[in-house]
Nanobody
Framework: VQLVESGGGLVQAGGSLRLSCAASGSVFSINVMGWYRQVPGKQRELVAS???????TYAESAKGRFTISRDNAKNTVYLQMNSLKPEDTAVYYC?????????????WGQGTQVTVSS
């Protein structure tokens, strides 16, 4: 299973970005799709996730500003980020957990840089 991310970039504080992550390959089913972020010297942290049953989880810092959504037909997950702050600057990684044609998988995207200027 491969994940391809897109949508990162440079934006001013208060602006918006939408990240996309598409899973391809021998995907049989997907359970959890999520977004994490990491800054140099810190651990990767969960930003938001969504299960196939529609349960969503958000980091406190993301609540009210970020929205996660998924298109099951396209095996794609999105992260709409509004009211961005400089502290949101990080590399954002997509994570997908599911079942392929052989076993369970836990895949990561290559990461996309989000930079928010003040």
């Amino acid at each position: 299973v491969q994940l391809v991310e897109s949508g990162g970039g440079l934006v001013q504080a208060g602006g918006s970005l939408r990240l996309s992550c598409a899973a391809s390959g021998s995907v049989f089913s997907i359970n959890v799709m999520g977004w994490y972020r990491q800054v140099p010297g810190k651990q990767r942290e969960l930003v938001a996730s969504t299960t196939k049953d529609g349960k969503e989880t958000y980091a406190e810092s993301a609540k009210g500003r970020f929205t996660i959504s998924r298109d099951n037909a396209k095996n794609t997950v999105y992260l709409q980020m509004n009211s961005l702050k400089p502290e949101d600057t990080a590399v954002y990684y997509c994570n997908v957990k599911g079942i392929d044609d052989r076993s369970r998988f836990d895949a990561w995207g290559q990461g996309t840089q989000v930079t928010v200027s003040s």
